[in-house]
Structure formats: structure tokens, C-alpha cells
């Protein structure tokens, strides 16, 4: 029997979660107990329990009801049902629902050992289910670009296309869009793969700098050029160069990067001496270049130089079926950093994620879902959590926040049903326990009559 396992009683009798609680325990289990389905709910939301124990048959929530929401909310957790002998037909029921097992009242220590071997048997095949899926999952990956859409099909089949050969490559697309995970993945597929990716942001350094950083200068040459350096272009050579932002660099720097690119040689800032260097270019801009052209602001000889071959990365609103894909990853990515047991996002907070336009595209969605996990009290994301953005194509007034409309929503919801709260929770779509804990963050109550 595995050790550590992390297991929760629900029933509604002390004596059977007490039984239960120390048999566990007597095997170096972590164990929890619950006195009903709403408490066990409460606790599932705060730690990521792998087994439950439940009792079929409990005032307010029966064991059927809590097993439908724990395999809904939690499909990952193994639910053992514990039923008297006289209904083993609601266990049966109980089976078909999803249970991994059940265990019959009174139960005897040898009972409860055969079926503990038998869950230990099922959770190691989840782990060999889940270990599958991940390799399976690793098949919407192109060299950590993650994505299945058609558009990004495209981009994963002209990357494999140019990867190749050492023809310039441009890369146009919105800001958080990719560009220099698709130039890593054209140099990781290169035959310069073993060789520097020096990536160099245009218009995050002046144009007086990126001249010393590209180039390199010799000692003395200028105040505070204490010993001579390489400039990136010598350093990389062999490798690949990521321009980013290239249609911020000046046309005075466009003309110097133009003759490299032709005669393949370098001179330091403050040096006679060409150096041969060799290096594939990839450059990236977020820019209409052909507007700058006309404009005068980018040199046509310079752009034919740079755009031998363009890759356009397709903005996250022109590939929404990427987006449950995306953000299952950073949710993945951003549990782990932060150690925090946050492993869904519901069924309503991902219909708002795909609805969303995503003006920052992947880079926000990255940071949404970072912050959500960050601040977020329960093991599922849910809208709530997403409150600070706004789907598209929804017009809301100017004087009112998202937390007033949906504040106002669920009043409105609950008056509908009477206060209802089991049938206001299945029109909103939620489960009871965040319906009352909406409604206490909300400060609702109940009219009196």
C-alpha cells in the first residue's frame, strides 16, 4: 500500500469518521473528516485530496449528489462510497456515476485493507492515465509553442520549412504574440542549433548603445570604455541573431547592419580591422514596415534584406481554440511556482477566457491566469477570479464595475428563485458553496416579509 496518500472521510456518523480517521492514520496516511457534503466541498476547495470516503446517505447532501460535483469539479479524485448492506443498489448507482469503489457497513479491518489495495491499484494507473496524457499533450507543443489551431498549424509548418537553410527570416505580429518563441524554435531546428541564440531587444536600448552592443569597441574609444569588448554580432557568430523590434532601430544603424548582412564583416567602434563573422539573422517587429517605407522612416534595401522569407504570428483572438490549451498550461506553470493547489478553471471562467479579444494576446493571458492563481483561495478558478477582465462584444456602463454587475446579477438570480439557493446555483451554473460564498462577499440577505 502506497504511503501518504491524502485521504478525506465524509459521514454524517462521528463514530465512522473517527473509526475511519485513526485506521488511516495508523498507516501514515494524511486524513481529514467532514460531517457532511457541504463541509467536505469546502475543504476539497482548499487541498487536493486523493481519496474520499463518503457515506451514501446524509441529511442535506447524500453521497450520489457530493460524488456528481467531486467528479465534476474534481476528476482527479477517487471517491469510495461507504453504503449499509441493504442498499447496495445506490452503490451500484454509485459505480456507475464514477465511484472507484465502495465499502459496506460494518465494515472489518481485512475489508477495509482489500479495498485499499484495490484504490492503490486505480491511482497508480491514473499516474500511468496522467503520465500519458502528458506526452500526449506534448504533441500540441512545437518547441514550447504551445497550440493546435490551423493558424498556428501553419506557422509550425513554414518554422519546419526554413529552419534549414540561413535565409532571413521576418517575423510581423501584435506585442505578446510569440515572435521570439517561434525565432527559438527556427534556431532549436537549425543546424547552428549548438551554436549562441543572442536575442537583442531594438527599442528597449538607444541607438548610440545598440552601435557599442552590436559592433563592439576598443578600449579608450569613447568615456567609460575602460578595455575592449566584442559586440554581439562577433560573439554570436555561427549562431542565429534575434533583432526584436527591428523597425525601431534608426536608418543611419539600418545602413550598418545592411552592409554587414552583404559583405559578412564587422569593425569595432574605434578599430581599422574587419572580423568575417557568420550568423543567421531573424528579425521581428510588431510594425507596418511597408507603411514606414513610404513614410521614410525604413529603408527599403534594408527591409528586402531582412524579409527574404515572413512569418505572420496570428493573434490570440484569431486562434481561440488555443486559449483552454494556453491557459491549462500557465495554470500548470504558475501552481507549481507558487506551490499553491490550484489545478481547474471551470467550465464559466473558461467560456470567459475564450470570449475574451486578449488586445495583449498570449502574454496577458499568461499574466490573467498567473494572477488569478496568485490570489485565488480555492483549488478551482472560477469568473470570479477572472473579475478584472471584461469579455468582448459586452457593453457595460461607464459608472459601473464588473464586481457591481455581478453583485446585481446574482441579487437578481436569487429574488427570481425565491432564494432558492439550490435552484438560483443551477442557473447561475455554479455550485452552492460559491453561491454562498458570493453572497456573503456580496453582503446579500434575504428580504424580510
Known sequence: MDKKMSIMVVDDEEIVRESLYHWFKKYGHIVETAASGFEALEKLEKYPFQFLFVDIKMPGMDGIELLEKVKAEYPDTLVIIITAYGSIESAVKAMRIGASDYLLKPFKPDQLSLVMERISHQKKLVSEYNYLKGRLDKITRFDNIIGQSPAMASVFDIIQEVAQSDTSVLLVGETGTGKELVAKAIHAKS????????????????????????????????????????????????????????????????????????????????????????????????????????????????FYRINVIMIEIPPLRKRKEDIPLLAEHFLQKYSQETTKHVDHI??????????????????????????????????????????????????????????????????????????????????????????????????LARPIH
Open 346 to 443: 471551470n467550465r464559466d471562467a473558461m467560456a470567459l477566457l475564450k470570449h475574451y479579444d486578449w488586445p495583449g494576446n498570449v502574454r496577458e493571458l499568461e499574466n490573467a491566469v498567473e494572477r488569478a492563481v496568485v490570489l485565488s483561495k480555492s483549488r478551482t478558478l472560477g469568473v470570479e477570479d477572472f473579475s478584472f477582465i471584461q469579455p468582448s462584444g459586452i457593453q457595460f456602463p461607464e459608472s459601473l464595475s464588473l464586481r457591481e454587475m455581478e453583485k446585481g446579477y446574482i441579487k437578481k438570480i436569487l429574488e427570481e428563485n425565491n432564494w432558492n439557493i439550490t435552484q438560483a446555483a443551477k442557473v447561475l451554473k455554479i455550485n452552492r458553496v460559491t453561491l454562498h460564498k458570493m453572497i456573503k462577499r456580496y453582503l
Open 191 to 302: 543546424q547552428r542549433s549548438h551554436l549562441p541564440f543572442i536575442a537583442i531587444n531594438c527599442g528597449s536600448i538607444p541607438d548610440s548603445l545598440l552601435e557599442s552592443e552590436l559592433f563592439g569597441h576598443q578600449k579608450g574609444v569613447f568615456t567609460g570604455a575602460t578595455h575592449s569588448r566584442k559586440g554581439f554580432l562577433e560573439v554570436v557568430s555561427g549562431g542565429t541573431l534575434f533583432l526584436d523590434e527591428v523597425g525601431e532601430v534608426s536608418p543611419k544603424m539600418q545602413v550598418n547592419l545592411l552592409r554587414v548582412l552583404e559583405e559578412k564583416k564587422i569593425t569595432s567602434i574605434g578599430s581599422r580591422e574587419p572580423v568575417e563573422v557568420d550568423f543567421r539573422l531573424i528579425s521581428a517587429t510588431r510594425r507596418n514596415l511597408e507603411k514606414d517605407i513610404d513614410n521614410g522612416t525604413f529603408r527599403e534595401d534594408f
